[in-house]
């Protein structure tokens, strides 16, 4: 992105959130750059539609795999977000561990998370299914990205980091771009950019190829310690966050 559109686009959110009324009660943020009020809740169907035309976009433009409906502040989107459990286990480690935890919160640190609510947000969809287009109360977030072209790797990995996503490569393939030997591990969990989440074998006794959609993301665990009174343990906690994340091209 251009210098120039950058300061269009932030000119351009600005412009919409002093459009806000001051008390509005239905407003659906969308993206990084769309706030619109409404005055009566819109449905799913109607309030997708009215961004994509705010933002001059025609639906065969949105990723739709990768499109959500997100709560931004409720208890469990704040709960998804705290990441003091990584921090715990920076605390408790030393060594290569401690580095591997300290660089997934650096990570995770970059990425913004919500409360995803499952379910296709596409209108083709929404619309004539009525118990998948709810009205929208209250404060929404709607990602409707474009199409990733990355598959992040994180966790036990030499380099994590993102790698272009190529049609036809398995988990296996990326974790060996980023270093990384499957010698004692014979699964890894991928994200789906539709919030999913699944292990996929990647040992050699066990290979299976399963195609991964862009805008994936590749998780192996970390060694762990016990936290006294920690409520879910930190590599489960790290999963949930990234299924709640917003997508990003």
Known sequence: MSKYQAIKLSLRA?????????????????????????????????????????????LDDVYWPAAGLYRMESQQAQAISDLQPIRDQIAVHTGEPRQQWQTLYQALSKMVVGERVAGSIDPDITRITPD?????????????????????????????????????????????????????????????????????????????????????????????????GQAIAPNQHVLTFLQNRLIRP
């Open 14 to 58: 600005a412009v919409l959130l002093l459009a806000l009324p001051a008390h509005a009660n239905n407003v659906v943020t969308a993206n990084q750059d769309v706030a619109l009020s409404f005055t009566q809740p819109p449905r799913l169907a109607e309030a997708v539609l009215t961004v994509t035309q705010t933002q001059q976009r025609s």
């Open 132 to 228: 998948t287009n709810p009205a929208l109360n209250s404060n929404w977030h709607l990602q409707l990205p474009k199409r990733p072209t990355k598959v992040t790797v994180l966790g036990a990995v030499n380099q994590p980091g993102n790698y272009p996503w190529n049609a036809r490569q398995a988990a296996r393939d990326y974790i060996q771009q980023a270093k990384t030997t499957t010698l004692g591990v014979s699964q890894v969990w991928v994200i789906s950019p539709t919030g999913e989440r699944t292990q996929h074998p990647v040992a050699y006794w066990n290979h299976q190829h399963r195609d991964i959609l862009p805008g994936s993301v590749i998780y192996i665990p970390l060694p762990s310690k016990t936290i006294k």
